[in-house]
């Protein structure tokens, strides 16, 4: 993993030290931690990449999107491109991380109130012990070739597929098709369609339409949902950039700073500057 810097942003990209055409690496926990600068990982990060923590203990956490994670065994926890995520640095966690290009994944697309681990079963967590194992057999003896990446992708993949097998909730089977339609325009249109009614004129849908198929997957109303998004988005942007809450404000599509400083206190109780201070110094 590599940091870069640009306009005040801290993305994490992939670039494996192996080898720079390899799509998927397999590290230990501890193995990062002692080739990272450990003050750099304890702080909020917004990686550009698919990365999953198997869990092999109970001991320890991982922060995703400011939910703190608890270690479990067959815990399998992924992180996804823009999803801000603090590592436990104060011990090496007994987990086995696998990072993945944003290119080669075919996980489901992310929605709000979507977890973001599952827990496997002592079959599934054999079958992740495999596929991690034969991964990292594929990475020592990586040449660049072809054929090798697609294995490898493959390999990653059935990761993706264990993880939603034993989270039944990321089957889009099971989720009404409005709903899934609204979601997706959601995390395309954000930044400049912030009203249901809005979305529904888009989608072809009536408000009142939209707000049945979410309370049925989520049990929140659309306009809950849609609030949620932007609020988890706002965070994001508070803790991995230094941009001043103005242009946060301007980048989320609030045609005032004022009015996003309202909306985000009516919905987190906190001022976007009090949130930054407080997730920043407890990093």
Known sequence: M?????MGISPVNFE????????????????????????????PQRPSFYLFL???????????????????????????????????TK??????????????????PWFPGQGSYCDLDDDAIATAD???????????????????????????????????KADAEANDEHLPEVYIAFRNAIETDLTHRHDVVDYARHLGYSARTITRACKSATGQTAKQVLAERIVLEGKRLLVHTDNPAA??????????ATNFNKFFVRYTNQTPSNFRHLHRRTA
């Open 2 to 6: 590599v940091e870069s810097g640009q």
């Open 16 to 43: 494996s030290r192996r080898h720079p055409r390899l799509p998927i690496e397999v590290v230990e926990h501890y193995e990062l931690l002692t080739r990272s600068a450990q003050p750099h990982l304890a702080t």
């Open 54 to 88: 198997l869990m092999r203990d109970n001991k320890g956490f991982h922060t995703v999107d400011f939910a703190k994670i608890s270690a479990q065994p067959g815990r399998l926890i992924l992180v996804r491109p823009g999803h801000v995520q603090v590592f436990d």
């Open 91 to 108: 011990a090496a966690l007994n987990a086995t991380m696998v990072l993945s290009q944003p290119a080669t994944s075919s996980t489901h």
């Open 130 to 164: 495999n596929l991690i194992e034969e991964l990292r057999g594929q990475q020592a003896r990586f040449g660049g070739d072809q054929p090798t990446i697609r294995l490898m992708i493959a390999l990653f993949n059935a990761l993706v597929v264990l993880c939603d």
């Open 247 to 256: 242009t946060i404000s301007s980048q989320l599509g609030f045609s005032e």
